[in-house]
């Protein structure tokens, strides 16, 4: 039995053991960190309230509105025949529009039918129009031609000239105005096709067809590409500037879409076959929502009424053989137009 005493030194004992191995162990104490200051913000260091900061806007700008059409055709135009007589007019507005050097007309590739199926949309088999001469007891071209669609919608239509027998591609009451000079019937006109035109302008139109013949009457005269027939579409493209000229001046140009193109083209002293040379022609068109480029559609005469149609906002006949250009205003090419049967 442990007495009291021997209590007391295992006690002590005890305690010393534990005091010992405290000091020799190398533990030390974690250090004790100060707490972090705390920013304390002040009026002068307040951020400001956020605000609504409206970001830039670029200026909306409407599509021009297209008010008119003003279709040009140079007769007996090859594409060739631009360049080879500097019809710089011609060439600035192809650079500025969208353009084929490989549109194709209709059989027979001649001046009438290619200009009725150019305005009626159609080919000979159902414009009839196979005759190249004057003969008014023909009559007009069969159909609905866009002369008829405008002057129906209450549009202002022109033709001015270059050949009597392209009276015979629209009735007269299709037309506010028809003017022709003539040099082929041998008598002295006291005006020209560019002055009846600039007249026209001046009066203001929505469809207009002028007509310079000069190129062609010069091809069978001397033949085609040759210098007189060069120097003959060079003089026209001189008249054909000042046209634009006055639309300009006029304050037109901006609303005003231009078709350039032919009827026909040529070889040696004539046409009317079914030749490259005789049946390709250019086809250009600038203004307002045309997108400028190389067209990769194929272009055929008939798809100007239609495209003239498309423009002006008119009802496409279901007769016509004829499509809208979509590829020059940049909307999807559906459909192209097939070429005639002869």
Known sequence: MMTRNMIRYFRFLTFLMFFLQAC???????????????????????????????????????????????????DGLRPDAIEASKMENLLALMQGGAYTLNAQTVFPSTTLPGHAAMFLGTCPAKNIVRWDEYVPQNGYARGTDVFDLA???????????????????????????????????????????????????GQGFNLMFVHFPNGDLAGHEFGWLSREQLKAYAKDDKSFGLLLQALKDRGMYD????????????????????????????????????LPGLLNTQVRTMDTAATIAYVLGLPQPPEWDGVPVFEAFGAPVTEVSQGCHT
């Open 24 to 74: 020799g162990s190398g533990a030390s104490a974690a250090p004790v960190m100060d707490p972090p200051p705390t920013a304390t913000l002040t009026p002068s260091t307040t951020p400001p309230a956020p605000t609504d900061t409206a970001l830039p806007t670029l200026p909306f700008t409407p599509a021009p509105p297209i008010t008119r059409v003003l279709v040009v055709t140079f």
């Open 151 to 201: 002057h129906a919608a209450g549009l202002r239509t022109v033709m001015v000239v270059g050949k009597e027998k392209l009276r015979q591609v629209t009735e007269p009451a299709s037309t506010d105005y028809f003017g022709f000079v003539d040099e082929t019937d041998k008598i002295d006109d006291f005006t020209s096709v560019e002055r009846l035109a600039l007249e026209q302008i």
């Open 255 to 290: 609303s005003t879409v231009i078709i350039v193109t032919s009827d026909h083209g040529g070889h040696e002293t004539t046409h009317g076959t079914e030749s490259a040379n005789d049946m390709t022609i250019p086809w250009i068109i600038s203004g307002p929502r045309v």
